[in-house]
């Protein structure tokens, strides 16, 4: 009888501990956000997603009640490890779109009737859309990611103070080229306009950087906003177009692996994964200068999953997930924090990134580039353009 007493009390107290512990906050809870209706998991198992990746625990860890996350962004430019792992640590199911231009992105978006949460767009873009109230500011004390950044890459003029836009991915438009196809390797883009590529050429289909580039070889800025120089340039820009194989945003790099062109421009990751298919193939910086550019994470001002927004920009952008840019998407990484990382964890990944003239721009190459910005009125003089000259 004593001993079921003792046993019953000790019962009573055990339970009793327990509930004040819950009451002091004194419970372990999961690093992950717990959906509302998910029982909480805790567990020291690893989290692993299905190509074997150990997903690491949210860093900056958040209070979220959206189940759902709507992003709207480029193509082949999120590492799958990295929606996979954002789902299992989470909870959160990500729902993606994608788009091949700012065009794309910007006239889907502002013609209404969409949910997304994020968009990816590129710094001149970005400049239109806050001026026409498109996007939400930031609140910063709900991005302690920021921490991660290179400061070179913030601050800039599309987005002062980067109120509304995070840093994600930075690179170049320039001149590539398979050195085993073409005996006459061009060092300009004004070459480009020779007879012997013409049928040989892939472009991106991006009509800023191609204009751009058009201008810059009649000696214009590329962001001119006088009619006179871009209807000279429309009439250059419209005796390339015939030479031009294909314009391609999606995935510049599979004609030039396969053989089907041997040259022509497109962006730094894509020449550098054609490079490691194809040693031969070279990104060369023209002497009129390469175009720059930035793309940002940007929040819809009627954004539905705002909590969740800022949960993805967290988890996906810490050191020890973003780094899978420099396997997956190598462009020019602004996280520092990601970079150092790689060179702690991933040598073989950092040393590649370092090493190439590529990812790592020689520095007379970045201060001769050229960056587009938002021209204003002007802008839909450019769409006709670009309209025009591929049309026709």
Same mark, same amino acid.
């Given at each position: 009888?004593?001993?079921?007493?003792?046993?019953?009390?000790?019962?009573?107290?055990?339970?009793?501990?327990?509930?004040?512990?819950?009451?002091?906050? $004194?419970?372990?809870?999961?690093?992950?956000? #717990?959906?509302?209706?998910?029982?909480?998991?805790?567990?020291?198992?690893?989290?692993?997603?299905?190509?074997?990746? !150990?997903?690491?625990?949210? /860093?900056?860890?958040? /209070?979220?009640?959206?189940?759902?996350?709507?992003?709207?962004?480029?193509?082949?430019?999120?590492?799958?490890?990295?929606?996979?792992?954002? /789902?299992?640590?989470? $909870?959160?199911?990500?729902?993606?779109?994608?788009?091949?231009?700012?065009?794309?992105?910007?006239?889907?978006?502002?013609?209404?009737?969409?949910?997304?949460?994020?968009?990816?767009?590129?710094?001149?873009?970005?400049?239109?859309?806050?001026?026409?109230?498109?996007?939400? !500011?930031?609140?910063?004390?709900?991005?302690? #990611?920021?921490?991660?950044? *290179?400061?070179?890459?913030?601050?800039? !003029?599309?987005?002062?103070?980067?109120?509304?836009?995070?840093?994600?991915?930075?690179?170049?438009?320039?001149?590539?080229?398979?050195?085993?196809?073409?005996?006459?390797?061009?060092?300009?883009?004004?070459?480009?306009?020779?007879?012997?590529?013409?049928?040989?050429?892939?472009?991106?289909?991006?009509?800023?950087?191609?204009?751009?580039?058009?201008?810059?070889?009649?000696?214009?800025?590329?962001?001119?906003?006088?009619?006179?120089?871009? /209807?000279?340039?429309?009439?250059?820009?419209?005796?390339?177009?015939?030479?031009?194989?294909?314009? %391609?945003? %999606?995935?510049?790099?599979?004609?030039?692996?396969?053989?089907?062109?041997?040259?022509?421009?497109?962006?730094?990751?894509?020449?550098?994964?054609?490079?490691?298919?194809?040693?031969?193939?070279?990104?060369?910086?023209?002497?009129?200068?390469?175009?720059?550019?930035?793309?940002?994470?940007?929040?819809?001002?009627?954004?539905?999953?705002? *909590?969740?927004?800022?949960?993805?920009?967290?988890?996906?952008?810490?050191?020890?997930?973003?780094?899978?840019?420099?396997?997956?998407?190598?462009?020019?990484?602004?996280?520092?924090?990601?970079? %150092?990382?790689?060179?702690?964890?991933?040598?073989?990944?950092?040393?590649?990134?370092?090493?190439?003239?590529?990812?790592?721009?020689?520095? !007379?190459?970045?201060?001769?580039?050229?960056?587009?910005?938002? #021209?204003?009125?002007?802008?839909?003089?450019? *769409?006709?353009?670009?309209?025009?000259?591929?049309?026709?």
């Amino acid at each position: 009888m004593f001993s079921g007493f003792r046993s019953t009390l000790i019962f009573i107290l055990l339970a009793f501990s327990l509930l004040l512990g819950a009451c002091a906050g $004194g419970t372990a809870t999961p690093e992950a956000v #717990v959906p509302p209706g998910t029982e909480p998991q805790v567990s020291d198992e690893a989290i692993v997603t299905s190509s074997g990746f !150990e997903c690491p625990k949210a /860093e900056f860890p958040m /209070e979220v009640t959206s189940t759902e996350l709507n992003l709207f962004v480029w193509t082949e430019y999120i590492p799958p490890d990295t929606l996979e792992c954002f /789902e299992l640590v989470t $909870g959160i199911k990500v729902n993606r779109d994608e788009y091949s231009s700012n065009e794309e992105m910007y006239a889907k978006v502002s013609a209404g009737g969409t949910a997304y949460d994020l968009v990816l767009p590129t710094d001149y873009i970005i400049s239109l859309m806050i001026r026409q109230g498109m996007l939400a !500011e930031l609140d910063h004390s709900k991005l302690p #990611v920021m921490k991660n950044f *290179d400061p070179n890459y913030l601050d800039f !003029e599309f987005d002062p103070g980067n109120k509304y836009t995070i840093p994600y991915q930075a690179g170049m438009d320039s001149i590539v080229v398979n050195t085993d196809a073409v005996e006459n390797v061009p060092d300009a883009w004004e070459d480009l306009w020779s007879p012997e590529y013409a049928g040989r050429m892939i472009f991106l289909d991006d009509s800023r950087a191609v204009i751009g580039l058009t201008l810059l070889t009649l000696g214009y800025d590329v962001n001119t906003t006088d009619p006179a120089q871009l /209807e000279e340039a429309k009439n250059k820009l419209a005796e390339l177009v015939p030479n031009i194989t294909v314009f %391609d945003s %999606d995935s510049p790099k599979t004609a030039l692996i396969a053989g089907d062109v041997d040259l022509g421009m497109t962006w730094t990751a894509e020449a550098l994964l054609a490079q490691q298919e194809n040693p031969a193939i070279e990104f060369i910086y023209p002497s009129e200068g390469a175009i720059l550019w930035m793309d940002n994470w940007a929040m819809l001002k009627d954004a539905p999953h705002p *909590d969740a927004a800022y949960a993805w920009m967290n988890y996906s952008m810490q050191a020890d997930i973003f780094w899978l840019m420099l396997k997956d998407f190598p462009y020019i990484n602004p996280n520092q924090a990601a970079l %150092d990382f790689a060179k702690d964890n991933q040598t073989d990944l950092y040393d590649a990134y370092m090493g190439s003239t590529i990812t790592n721009v020689p520095v !007379e190459a970045v201060e001769n580039g050229h960056r587009i910005q938002d #021209v204003g009125d002007t802008t839909p003089l450019y *769409d006709q353009i670009w309209l025009e000259v591929k049309g026709g």
